[in-house]
């Protein structure tokens, strides 16, 4: 089930979010951004919602906050009132997936947080292929050292080890044409 | 006769000056005049006997000394002098010795024979005097010496020609002169009457003055000449005294009087002007003088004054050359006059023949001179009439000329003011219609600032019920599947049935079906979305109900309000505008006197301060937890009255003292062009004086600024 972190000033809406989607979620709420913080980092969060419009921080300014430590988490903004030049500025700065307006559509916050997620498991999935593939790429690097060693010292190269390397250089090219 | 017409010539000679009147006494004494018997007199000097002898001791002082000269002249020495004739019995007796003076002040004449009085006159008129002068019958007196003493006294003069004849030919002589003076006296009295009427008729003051002229001047002559009895003036001894010095003043100021007049001697001859008033006032002086009894002083000015004759005919040559015509009559007359007057004294110095004509060549003269003056004046009515004509067609000219003027200029200005008018009239409709305009902009910045308010208003409202909104839908829903899920359980236990064993085994599998549904939470979770659907419905309502206080924000109405409701209700709307921005204070007095108000225009006050304070906040560097609005209110009472007040304080830099005075003007303003119209705290301005509140600001640079709002109670 998909994590999903609901930071709001205001414990209602809190609880009606939880209510809404704890049979599809796993919903985290809070209405302080320390905790939020804290929730980040125990659960595997994927989507984080925050209202705009806090009496210590906006929402802007949270996401700014935890950007450098989780990257990762879609971020939707969630306000009432059209702080427009607040969301332009998030927008462009790549803070924010999605900008959400209340009073909120289930169906589409459903949606939303489904996409998000989705997102958030093709950015994870690029991710760990692109890690795969360095690894891969680093032990190709250091085999190809290998053989260019072995033919420097004038030693024979052996069947297994070549195949070995034509293996390698199928994987990366299947990995990249991915 | 020659005798008589001595003295008619003194006033005109003494006219002459002082040598004039001089002359006959010194000089005039000539061979070919055997009836004045001057030379037969003797004079007893003042000092040689006592002023109070007795006639006797006169005669026999041995002081007596001749007179040299046929009429004997004393002089003025305001005296008494002792005279003395020694008479001739044979050929002198039952004749007449006439005093040709009428103008002696005493006279006492005493008849001596051998030495002792026999007869004595005391008085001037106790004489049988025959005429006007006085006189004596010499008796038929067997006497070895006859001899007449006088006693004489005047404030004039002493002037004496004596004379004996025949008494029949003194009374002729008397006869002819009063027919001449009666005639002179009625040539006199007819001009005098002629131009006294035609003062009267025309009413040119010349007249008068011609009238009193003649009146004075005939006056001097007949008072002269023995004549004043007819004015009546012997009846007072007093003026009788005076009556010479009186005439000779009156006549020469009212000679003064009428050539002033008629010579226009103000216009032509200044220099004139000048010396007649100084003249005017020697002869008050000698007025003065007669009065009070200094006849000699007074004599002697008045004949000095009477130079001024000769004065006159410098001043009407001047006149004529000048071009003032009537002065040639005036010449002419005067002329005339004066050659009278050269003619008697010609006459009485025997340069021309001693006759009717010489004698009484004064009163003719006078007589001539009067009638041509008149003459004069008439014409001088006709020519003032022509006069009057011309200046009055010159003026009906002149006010012609004018009125065409007049109504050129009219017609003229008309334009100009008709051109002006339009003038003024395009530039007041130019005037107007920038008026209008400007009336148009500023209604619009005014509206315009309170669609900013009313959009502030609205959009703070939409925010504040969009929480509301947004957990009360969603908890409406949410609540529904919850309900679903204990409606679940609920059909189940409905459908148990069966053996306890059967039931047992539903009720286990419901059991389950609840753990699987987590249906603790679910209750829990109810219950926390109906409080939360309650909480949303209740801040809904305050949200409605705060909105319904400015629900009047276009409506002038004042109503009664609590300030604190009103707060509140701006307090709402602006909370959330707030929020992430400064931190607000509230404090509000529990207990507050209603004021009477217009709630959405105060909203448009409140709503205006707080923001600006939250916005001076913003503009230090404090953390957004540190920026603080501070609002309060209270009331106060005291003796005229009690007050609410509202503070709205906040901790920003505070406002500069140079532009403190200026906060509340039209478009003033600190933020960048474009985020303010100015008008604000000047809009601010207008309400609160239609609330009669008033505004306290209380700030420095550094320590924050605080309005303080007093709204009478």
């Known amino acids: ?178 | 006769m020659k005798i008589g017409r001595i003295r008619g010539c003194r006033w005109l000679a003494l006219w002459l000056g002082m040598a004039a009147w001089a002359l006959p006494a010194s000089g005039g004494a000539q061979s070919d005049s055997p009836k004045y018997i001057g030379r037969r007199l003797e004079l007893l000097p003042a000092d040689s006997v006592s002023a109070f002898a007795a006639p006797e001791e006169v005669y026999r002082s041995a002081g007596w000394q001749p007179i040299e000269a046929d009429v004997p002249n004393l002089g003025s020495g305001d005296q008494a002098y002792w005279l003395r004739l020694t008479l001739r019995p044979e050929t002198e007796a039952s004749q007449f010795l006439e005093i040709q003076n009428a103008t002696l002040d005493q006279l006492d004449v005493y008849l001596l024979c051998d030495g002792e009085v026999v007869s004595s006159r005391i008085g001037l008129r106790s004489e049988e005097g025959i005429g006007t002068f006085p006189g004596l019958s010499i008796p038929a007196l067997t006497c070895q010496e006859q001899s007449v003493l006088m006693l004489v006294a005047s404030g004039k003069p002493i002037v004496l020609p004596l004379r004996i004849a025949e008494q029949r030919q003194v009374l002729a002589d008397a006869h002819q002169r009063d027919v001449i003076f009666g005639a002179y006296a009625g040539i006199l009295l007819v001009m005098l009457l002629y131009n006294l009427f035609l003062f009267f008729s025309v009413g040119d003051r010349s007249y008068l003055h011609y009238t009193l002229y003649i009146l004075s001047v005939g006056g001097a002559q007949l008072a002269l000449n023995g004549y004043g009895h007819w004015f009546g003036l012997s009846h007072s001894p007093w003026l009788e005294l005076r009556q010479v010095h009186f005439f000779g003043v009156f006549s020469g100021l009212a000679t003064i009087l009428f050539a002033r007049r008629f010579l226009q001697i103000q216009t032509y001859t200044p220099w004139l002007s000048t010396v007649l008033h100084i003249y005017t006032g020697i002869y008050a002086v000698a007025f003065l003088l007669a009065v009070g009894g200094l006849f000699v002083w007074s004599y002697n000015l008045i004949t000095f004054c009477a130079a001024a004759i000769f004065l006159l005919i410098p001043g009407a040559v001047q006149a004529i050359r000048r071009g003032y015509k009537p002065a040639i009559y005036f010449l002419v007359a005067w002329m005339f006059f004066i050659v009278a007057v050269v003619i008697f004294v010609l006459k009485d110095a025997g340069l021309v023949p001693f006759n009717l004509w010489t004698y009484f060549a004064m009163p003719l003269g006078n007589s001539i001179e009067v009638v041509l003056l008149s003459l004069a004046l008439a014409s001088k009515i006709n020519e003032l009439k022509r006069e009057t004509a011309e200046a009055r067609e010159l003026q009906l000219q002149l006010a012609q000329r004018n009125e065409q003027m007049v109504k050129d200029q009219n017609q003229l200005l008309e334009a100009r003011v008709h051109e002006r008018t339009e003038q003024l009239q395009a530039a007041n409709r130019d005037l107007n219609v920038t008026l209008e305009n400007l009336r148009a902009a500023q209604e619009q910045l005014v509206q315009s600032e309170k669609l900013a308010s009313i959009g502030q208003l609205t959009a703070g409202i939409a925010h504040e019920l969009n929480n509301p909104i947004n957990f009360v839908s969603s908890s409406s829903q949410s609540l529904r599947r919850d309900f679903e899920d204990v409606n679940e359980i609920l059909a189940g236990l409905r459908a148990i049935q069966g053996t306890p064993e059967e039931m047992a085994i539903q009720l286990e599998q419901l059991r389950k079906r609840m753990a699987e549904l987590d249906l603790d939470f679910t209750e829990q979770e109810i219950a926390e979305l109906l409080t939360g659907i309650e909480d949303g419905a209740q801040r809904t309502a305050e949200i409605v109900r705060g909105l319904r206080i400015f629900s009047r924000m276009d409506g002038d109405a004042f109503i009664e309000a609590d300030l604190n409701d009103l707060m509140n209700s701006t307090l709402v709307i602006l909370r959330s505008n707030m929020r992430d921005r400064v931190r607000l204070e509230v404090e509000l007095a529990p207990e507050l006197p209603h004021i009477r108000c217009q709630p959405g225009r105060l909203n448009q006050v409140f709503m205006n301060i707080i923001n600006n304070a939250a916005q001076a906040t913003q503009e230090t560097s404090l953390p957004a937890e540190e920026r603080l609005v501070r609002i309060r209110s209270w009331s106060e009472r005291l003796p005229e009255g009690s007050s609410v007040l509202v503070g709205i304080a906040d901790n920003g830099p505070g406002i500069p003292d140079d532009i403190k005075s200026q906060i509340f003007d039209p478009f003033f303003t600190t933020k960048p062009v474009g985020e303010g119209t100015g008008l604000g705290l000047s809009i601010v301005m207008g309400i609160l004086k239609d609330h009669r509140a008033e505004v306290e600001v209380r700030t420095a640079p550094g320590s924050g600024t605080e309005f303080i709002l007093r709204f009478p109670a």
């Open chain 1, 1 to 178: 089930m998909i994590h999903v972190l609901y930071l709001d000033d205001e414990a209602h809406n809190l609880t009606a979010f939880r209510a809404a989607f704890r049979r599809s979620f796993h919903v985290h709420v809070t209405t302080e951004p320390t905790e939020a913080v804290q929730l980040l980092r125990e659960h595997p969060i994927e989507v984080i919602i925050s209202d705009q419009k806090m009496p210590t921080l906006s929402g802007v300014e949270f996401f700014e906050l935890v950007m450098p430590d989780f990257p990762d988490p879609v971020r939707m903004l969630l306000t009432g009132h059209a702080d427009i030049d607040a969301v332009i500025d998030a927008i462009n700065k790549g803070q924010i997936y999605k900008y959400i307006s209340k009073p909120w559509n289930e169906s589409e916050l459903y949606a939303l947080v489904e996409e998000a997620s989705a997102q958030y498991r093709r950015k994870r999935e690029l991710h760990s292929a692109g890690n795969k593939l360095l690894g891969q790429l680093q032990e190709a690097r250091h085999l190809a050292r290998q053989i260019s060693d072995a033919l420097q010292e004038g030693i024979p190269i052996d069947e297994e080890r070549l195949a070995k390397i034509n293996q390698m250089a199928k994987n990366i090219d299947a990995l990249l044409s991915h």
